[in-house]
């Protein structure tokens, strides 16, 4: 864990729809950081998320400034202390940070993880899964304060 350096820089944010003023919306599931506002600093990553309900999607691009005030935790890499927040999170249980940041548990890794809590696999075979996937990275945005660190560019078309 960590805290972010203090810099402007550009997020991505793949969806639907443009998405000028973000919102955070709870979910039927929970998410790796729990219900909020999801961008990333990959666009391949984005444009991935906003293709995976069809043949057209969304790409918003702000620009993150970093706030002084809020509450930030920041996972550089998947570690256990990653591990076990997530887990956490996408068991229901809130946290109070204003702002996650760290790698995104995909498909892939998540199912990982659930069959290490249901004992099929040890965490040590765990963490050899996961040491094989693409980096992804992820920030989420979790209170009104942290949602006003973003300053929307544009959005636009894009196409499987």
């Known amino acids: 864990m960590s805290t972010v350096n203090e810099q402007n820089i550009i997020l991505y944010h793949g969806s639907k729809m443009i998405v000028k003023f973000p919102e955070i919306r709870l979910s039927l599931y929970n998410k790796d950081f729990y219900f909020g506002f999801y961008c990333t600093k990959l666009k391949e990553q984005a444009k991935r998320l906003a293709l995976r309900y069809g043949s057209k999607g969304i790409i918003n691009s702000y620009v993150y400034k970093y706030p002084n005030k809020c509450k930030i935790i920041k996972f550089e890499h998947m570690t256990e202390?990653?591990?076990?927040?997530?887990?956490?999170c996408r068991s229901g249980k809130k946290h109070y940070y204003d702002?996650?940041?760290?790698?995104?548990?995909?498909?892939?890794?998540?199912?990982?993880?659930?069959?290490?809590?249901?004992?099929?696999?040890?965490?040590?075979?765990?963490?050899e899964l996961a040491k094989f996937n693409k980096p992804t990275h992820q920030i989420s945005f979790h209170t009104i304060e942290a949602l006003t660190t973003l300053n929307f560019i544009e959005g636009y078309e894009i196409y499987a």
């Open 99 to 127: 702002i996650v940041e760290g790698p995104m548990a995909n498909d892939r890794i998540y199912n990982y993880i659930q069959t290490y809590l249901d004992g099929e696999i040890t965490c040590t075979a765990f963490w």
């Open 81 to 88: 202390e990653w591990l076990d927040f997530i887990i956490a």
